[in-house]
């Protein structure tokens, strides 16, 4: 069965600060997506980042970037002079294949507050 | 483009009664979603749709029945509510490319919170 754990429930920090957002994975099969979802205050899910199995380049995007390590089964999100607009939950997802569908696999969840 | 859109957006039942959600895209995507979300949980596939009159069992299907009747609309039915569905439902939607094992992100509406009394 495929798994997805975000270990820190709850992780608050002073603005300006790094902060780093950690998800593992469980999963046996060799071919799989795995993203990150942002849900603000207001309740929306926002799309942030899709990587597939084959690709282990680290990613940048402004402020966030993204930790790939197929040999640690660890995906991690690290937003870099945090903002207090970063103040949301986080999920870290994996997509189970077959049937056709994308059938996500959700983490707990990390609850991010960025302080003033 | 609407996207994703969810109906309604809050509602209230008591135990027993029966309600159904409605969720529409305008993406033309092929594939639909059912999630519900609970405190500490994340988020847990219900039911999903490859296709217009298909469905499938999702995680947590049990209690609920969906329906696919036309490729924009995706109906998740509560047919006897117990005070366990109290939660946030959210409908997604996504396509597949042409080549296999290539998704793209599953696009998510607004959510509906549902509690049962």
């Known amino acids: 069965a495929q798994k997805v754990t975000q270990a820190q429930t709850e992780i608050s920090v002073v603005e300006k600060e790094d902060v780093t957002l950690d998800c593992v994975y469980e999963?046996?099969?060799?071919?799989?997506?795995l993203f990150w979802y942002k849900q603000p205050p207001s309740g929306e899910l926002v799309f942030l980042i899709r990587r597939n199995s084959f690709d282990e380049q680290n990613e940048i995007s402004g402020r966030y970037s993204w930790n790939f390590q197929k040999s640690t089964s660890s995906f991690n999100f690290t937003i870099t002079a945090s903002q207090v607009v970063d103040s949301a939950v986080y999920f870290c997802?994996?997509?189970?294949?077959?049937?056709?569908?994308?059938?996500?696999?959700f983490g707990q969840g990390t609850r991010l507050t960025i302080n003033p | 483009n609407a996207g994703v859109t969810q109906t309604p957006k809050f509602r209230v039942l008591k135990t027993g009664q029966s309600m159904t959600l409605l969720c529409a895209q305008d993406?033309?995507?092929?594939?639909m979603y059912w999630y519900r979300q609970d405190p500490g949980m994340g988020l847990r596939l219900i039911h999903y749709s490859v296709g217009e009159g298909t469905t499938a069992k999702g995680e947590v299907p049990d209690g609920y029945n969906v329906s696919r009747l036309k490729k924009q609309n995706f109906l998740l039915g509560l047919e006897s509510a117990a005070p366990s569905q109290t939660s946030v439902y959210f409908c997604?939607?996504?396509?597949?490319?042409?080549?296999?094992?290539?998704?793209?992100?599953?696009?998510f509406g607004p959510g509906t919170r549902l509690t049962v009394t």
């Open positions: 993406m033309n995507h092929e594939y």
């Open positions: 997604a939607s996504s396509y597949e490319r042409e080549y296999s094992y290539s998704w793209d992100e599953q696009y």
């Open positions: 997802a994996l997509s189970e294949a077959g049937g056709g569908a994308q059938k996500l696999v």
């Open positions: 999963t046996r099969d060799t071919t799989y997506y």
